[in-house]
């Protein structure tokens, strides 16, 4: 006597968890000084180059890294946000909305570190041009350009 057993696979739940981990997998939050941010109001330079010679320096302005510091400061807590946000994705929450708030704290982390690290002091005579020893500061304008992106 023989049996015959039927057996039925059902991965719709299967597919939707790859298509989410295919979805997550692609999923970018950018934070910086974005391509579109503009000019400097007074030097008319852009603001993304200003970011760029500040985060390397040039033969007349120190380094400055404060995307890099933001990073190494914060690369653990970023790591553990991370987490939360494929887990509360995985329970059904928006995945933009999740990563919007991802960005938004790093931005201000970001933000924070330009304005707070005790980075290098500005020349003599940029004291003198700026009024302020403070690098980095003195408009407020690189400092607001710094903005999240999220990509999908």
């Known amino acids: 006597m023989s049996s015959v057993v039927k057996v039925k696979i059902n991965n719709k739940g299967l597919e939707k968890e790859l298509e ?25 330079e852009n603001l ?4 760029i010679w500040n985060e390397y320096g040039t033969a007349h302005i120190p380094s400055r890294p404060f ?5 190494e400061d914060n690369q653990q807590a970023v790591a553990q946000y991370l987490g939360r946000v494929v887990s509360n994705v995985a329970k059904g929450a928006d995945l933009v909305q999740e990563l919007s708030k991802l960005g938004q704290w790093y931005q201000d982390k970001q933000k924070n570190t ?3 690290y005790p980075w290098t002091p500005n020349a003599p005579s940029t004291r003198k041009r700026k009024k ?3 690098p980095l500061v ?3 304008q690189l400092v607001n350009s710094i903005r999240y992106k999220v990509e999908i």
Not at 22 to 40: M, S
Not at 48 to 51: F, K, M, P, R, Y
Not at 67 to 71: D, E, K, L, V, W
Request: charge should be positive; hydrophobic fraction near 35%; glycine fraction near 12%.
């Open 20 to 44: 989410l981990i295919n979805k997550i997998g692609k999923a970018r939050v950018k934070v910086g000084v974005q391509a579109d941010v503009g000019v400097h109001s007074e030097s008319g």
């Open 48 to 51: 993304v180059d200003i970011g």
């Open 67 to 71: 995307i890099r510091q933001t990073f």
């Open 114 to 116: 330009l304005k707070s």
């Open 132 to 134: 302020s020893s403070k």
């Open 138 to 140: 003195d408009t407020s």
